[in-house]
DNA sequence: CATGTTTCCTGACAGC
DNA sequence: TGCTGTCAGGAAACAT
């Protein structure tokens, strides 16, 4: 499933794809769960839009549209300049952003198709309908996204004394924690499983008990598994695909994800999984305290 | 407010 | 072959 290494490629391979486009049409799919914003108001903010930027924020893939014309209105100053929405697309569980030519025929479960100028298309596609697609407004003074108020911190970034404060008096596992949005965001089942194992910490320890030690580990560990993702293009383990439908590779860098009963390749002792948060959790017994 | 539980959705797969 | 049941989980909604 996509979590932040896989929605930062996509969101890469499609800046690389796309920016500078502009979106000469757009048909929205009839089915209700994919739109945040209604698919009337966004397919009419949407068209005639230049793609300024495609980036990632936590899970989002985010597109900062230009105002339409594309230009300063004449006369005002550089503090009144117009600054168009952004186009928010959350992949959820099996979402796929695509960028095809026109004549690739258009597969099952597609809910966005923006055709651009180049004759190429941006298709969303999700069999699972938990992806979701919204307009966010962008301030004009900042020029940034008005919707992600609220949400967590960038887990690739944080401060050690940042990272350590967030988990300070909570009784949740730290599983649960590092799964809450609002604390990080961009952290999905994968990499907090996987990243748990790298510092040798037990997911359902409560995170306000954890030291700092423990939590400079975690942070380390963490930061260094979404990095290893991202070189390997994300991890495919259900549908997951990039921009031009190739997988990632970092599955094969699984060492307790999915590998219940498996032996640990540290130790040998066989990987357990349990249920924490409603998810499979994975965890080796010995080597995680 | 903090934390836990349920719900949404369909494809893959096991078992009969 | 074809049916039924189970499982996968991000995040919103709801309950405690």
């Given at each position: 499933?996509?979590?932040?290494?896989?929605?930062?490629?996509?969101?890469?391979?499609?800046?690389?794809?796309?920016?500078?486009?502009?979106?000469?049409?757009?048909?929205?799919?009839?089915?209700?769960?994919?739109?945040?914003?209604?698919?009337?108001?966004?397919?009419?903010?949407?068209?005639?839009?230049?793609?300024?930027?495609?980036?990632?924020?936590?899970?989002?893939?985010?597109?900062?549209?230009?105002?339409?014309?594309?230009?300063?209105?004449?006369?005002?100053?550089?503090?009144?300049?117009?600054?168009?929405?952004?186009?928010?697309?959350?992949?959820?569980?099996?979402?796929?952003?695509?960028?095809?030519?026109?004549?690739?025929?258009?597969?099952?479960?597609?809910?966005?198709?923006?055709?651009?100028?180049?004759?190429?298309?941006?298709?969303?596609?999700?069999?699972?309908?938990?992806?979701?697609?919204?307009?966010?407004?962008?301030?004009?003074?900042?020029?940034?996204?008005?919707?992600?108020?609220?949400?967590g911190r960038?887990?690739?970034?944080i401060s050690s004394a940042d990272f350590i404060s967030l988990f300070r008096g909570r009784?949740?596992?730290?599983?649960?924690a590092?799964?809450?949005?609002?604390l990080l965001?961009?952290?999905?089942?994968?990499?907090?499983?996987?990243?748990?194992?790298?510092?040798?910490?037990?997911?359902?320890?409560?995170a306000g008990?954890l030291?700092r030690?423990?939590l400079e580990?975690?942070r380390?560990?963490?930061?260094?598994?979404?990095?290893?993702?991202?070189?390997?293009?994300?991890?495919?383990?259900?549908?997951?695909?990039?921009?031009?439908?190739?997988?990632?590779?970092?599955?094969?860098?699984?060492?307790?994800?999915?590998?219940?009963?498996?032996?640990?390749?540290?130790?040998?002792?066989?990987?357990?999984?349990?249920?924490?948060?409603?998810?499979?959790?994975?965890?080796?017994?010995?080597?995680?305290?």
């Open positions: 499933m996509p979590e932040l290494p896989e929605v930062e490629t996509v969101a890469n391979g499609v800046h690389q794809r796309v920016r500078g486009e502009v979106i000469e049409s757009v048909w929205l799919s009839s089915k209700p769960e994919p739109f945040k914003t209604n698919p009337e108001a966004m397919a009419e903010t949407l068209t005639g839009r230049r793609i300024e930027r495609v980036y990632r924020v936590g899970k989002h893939i985010v597109f900062d549209l230009a105002p339409r014309g594309g230009d300063l209105a004449a006369g005002k100053a550089k503090s009144e300049r117009k600054v168009g929405p952004q186009w928010i697309v959350h992949l959820g569980m099996t979402g796929r952003l695509l960028v095809s030519d026109a004549a690739v025929p258009v597969p099952a479960h597609t809910h966005a198709i923006l055709r651009l100028g180049s004759g190429r298309e941006l298709r969303f596609v999700d069999a699972r309908r938990f992806g979701r697609l919204a307009i966010h407004a962008r301030d004009a003074a900042t020029e940034q996204g008005k919707g992600f108020e609220g949400t960038e887990p690739l970034t009784k949740t596992p730290i599983k649960a590092l799964l809450n949005q609002k965001h961009g952290v999905g089942n994968i990499y907090a499983d996987e990243s748990l194992f790298r510092a040798g910490i037990r997911p359902k320890r409560m008990r030291t030690e423990e580990r975690l380390a560990a963490l930061q260094l598994v979404l990095k290893h993702a991202i070189e390997l293009g994300g991890s495919s383990v259900s549908d997951y695909v990039d921009a031009d439908g190739v997988r990632g590779f970092f599955q094969l860098e699984h060492r307790v994800y999915l590998r219940g009963g498996q032996p640990c390749l540290t130790c040998g002792t066989p990987i357990r999984r349990t249920v924490l948060a409603g998810r499979g959790t994975h965890y080796c017994p010995t080597c995680q305290k």
